[in-house]
């Protein structure tokens, strides 16, 4: 017996991703429903082998279903999820919305699956953001060993965490570099995409720090552990698809950076990749498709005392979102609902 499964937000570059990972993982499905709003309204989507005809986000009745897959922003998720909630349906979200209630659990499965539990408070189950989701896949069983004390993460994040609007944006302005009154100018991003980077991604904030980098400070706290401090930088770069994160790690112990990448190495949803020769390390263009988070440059940090620096890169729409998502309801069907 498996799962009634409704994916809202079926047509854009993350619900299409849930709807792929779903059939991979060969998820539990008995019956799929994929949703959209009024003017995607009959898009076909793909599920594996077949091919799905968008449903009508507003009149959708949740009543019957047992997962849904919101892959929509705040805003829609701020109408519909409840709705969803209320007549039985788990949520399982991954706009922002919701992260930071504290009654909400906010769920990375091989960091902190325990807090799976706490899904019944509003049946509803928060996706940490992109950038968060794969760094704390690393922290997690180096903290368990030596105790972080300080992170201090450089973000290089692809245009695709902006949407489609981000994707077609660097690749209409790179065409317009070689085409004379061709250029395009920015309009998703605040400055030129293509051939440059932006250090500077979501609103500003009175502190200083964007929205971003906020996200990861808040959200490492909160899957992680609170006494945990970190500090941000977020840079949109000009790649496609994955995120890339130089990590400075401090320790409230001394870790050796060869028992570090030992314990990466066993660690789930991890691949290493470490190699001191050239192309020993994995870049954004190799990751894409995958499931993995991959960890490269494993070294000591001499200027602290117990310093250890890396370097991170995932597939932002997958485990930075659409496969996060799919590990939660594989969790919450193991743990919880058991039918598959």
């Not at 993350?14 to 998820?27: C, D, H, P, Y």
């Not at 953001?129 to 794969?134: D, G, H, L, P, R």
């Not at 201090?152 to 570099?177: F, N, P, R």
């Not at 906020?214 to 992680?224: D, G, P, R, S």
Request: proline fraction near 4%; charged fraction near 25%; charge should be negative.
């Amino acid at each position: 017996m498996g799962y009634k499964v409704v994916v809202v937000g079926a047509t854009g570059n993350v619900g299409r991703e849930m709807l792929n990972i779903l059939a991979e993982r060969e998820f539990p499905v008995d019956e799929i429903a994929a949703l959209a709003s009024r003017k995607s309204l009959g898009t076909e989507v793909s599920f594996g082998d077949k091919t799905l005809t968008t449903k009508d986000l507003d009149t959708f009745d949740f009543s019957g279903w047992d997962i849904a897959l919101f892959a929509v922003g705040s805003d829609a998720t701020k109408v519909y999820a409840p709705k969803a909630a209320a007549a039985g349906c788990v949520v399982i979200d991954n706009s922002s919305l919701y992260r930071y209630d504290p009654e909400i659990p906010l769920i990375v499965p091989e960091v902190n699956p325990d807090a799976i539990e706490m899904y019944s408070n509003k049946n509803i189950i928060a996706n940490p953001n992109c950038s968060t989701a794969q760094m704390v896949v690393a922290l997690k069983p180096l903290h368990d060993r030596a105790k972080i004390k300080r992170v201090v993460v450089s973000t290089y994040q692809s245009v695709s965490g902006a949407g489609k609007e981000g994707i077609d944006e660097l690749w209409d302005q790179t065409k317009g570099m070689y085409v004379p009154g061709q250029e395009v100018a920015a309009s998703k991003f605040t400055k030129q995409i293509a051939f440059n980077v932006i250090p500077h991604i979501d609103v500003f904030m009175d502190s200083g720090d964007t929205k971003e980098e906020w996200k990861m400070i808040a959200e490492t706290k909160k899957i992680v552990d609170s006494s945990i401090k970190v500090t941000a930088t977020c840079v949109r770069v000009p790649v496609f698809v994955g995120h890339s994160e130089s990590i400075n790690i401090e320790f409230e112990e001394f870790l050796d950076e060869d028992e570090a990448r030992e314990i990466l190495r066993t660690a789930p949803g991890i691949l290493v990749v470490d190699k001191r020769e050239n192309g020993g390390y994995v870049t954004p263009v190799e990751c894409v498709g995958d499931f993995a988070t991959f960890i490269s440059r494993i070294r000591q940090d001499v200027t602290i005392e117990n310093g250890l620096n890396l370097w991170c890169v995932s597939d932002n729409l997958r485990k930075g979102a659409a496969l996060n998502a799919v590990q939660i309801a594989e969790l919450l069907g193991r743990r919880v609902l058991k039918k598959g």
